[in-house]
């Protein structure tokens, strides 16, 4: 079991450009969820889905930023027309169904978006 | 709003002392009390976690205690260790409904001096 897989690890974009950030639940998981993370901060909490299905998006900004989990393929939270503030760590977590770890997130490693 | 306080913010022990992480809330809907622990460059992975059914919980060195009637929760890590350094965040979730999202606290930086 890979656990959960976030890709990029690392991308860098100019101002106005697009980031694509990726995230694949472990197996079995249908739960995700991304965070923000800024140096010397908490996470912010920022979107919670179920496959085809967003269920709490209260922390997205409501410009630029949508979230996607699809029947397939993994989740993927995009930025559009970036800016400077948006150079944080992203991670992404991901939870079962039900069952006694139905309350655990399981977290990816983060993708580290730097804008210029 | 700060549903979730934490504290301290940074925290300096020596090895072999005891750390000690407060979290206080205010939803008494919450039922669901975690600690996650977060290493620099690495997501945060659940440490221990506990149900308000109980007032302690031990495994190894951490063990959380929680204040039912005080809404208060706290980590501590017995016979601290250098590798301990990292940063501490509590959680907590609301019961009710369906959306199983955790309300996080600000986070602890510990540093365990050797």
């Known amino acids: 079991n890979a656990g959960v897989m976030q890709n990029p690890r690392h991308l860098v974009r100019r101002r106005g450009q697009e980031a694509r950030l990726r995230c694949s639940p472990m197996k079995g998981h249908s739960h995700v969820y991304w965070y923000r993370q800024l140096p010397e901060e908490g996470l912010k909490f920022m979107v919670y889905?179920?496959?085809?299905?967003?269920?709490?998006e209260s922390g997205m900004p409501k410009e630029r930023f949508s979230a996607e989990f699809p029947k397939e393929g993994p989740s993927i939270l995009r930025i559009q027309q970036v800016v400077r503030g948006d150079s944080a760590a992203y991670f992404c977590a991901s939870s079962p169904v039900g069952g006694s770890g139905a309350n655990v997130l399981t977290f990816g490693a983060g993708s580290r978006l730097t804008v210029l | 709003q700060q549903q979730v306080k934490q504290s301290p913010q940074s925290l300096i022990v020596q090895k072999g002392g005891i750390s000690i992480i407060n979290c206080a809330y205010e939803n008494t809907a919450f039922d669901y009390f975690p600690w996650y622990q977060q290493f620099p460059g690495k997501g945060p992975a659940l440490l221990i976690a506990?149900?308000?059914d109980v007032s302690e919980k031990k495994e190894g060195r951490f063990t959380i205690s929680f204040n039912k009637s005080a809404k208060q929760f706290s980590l501590h890590i017995m016979d601290s260790q250098p590798g301990d350094s990292a940063t501490y965040f509590c959680a907590a979730r609301n019961g009710a409904g369906n959306n199983r999202k955790l309300i996080w606290g600000l986070g602890t930086s510990l540093a365990v001096n050797p």
């Open positions: 889905l179920q496959k085809e299905n967003i269920i709490d």
């Open positions: 506990i149900r308000p």
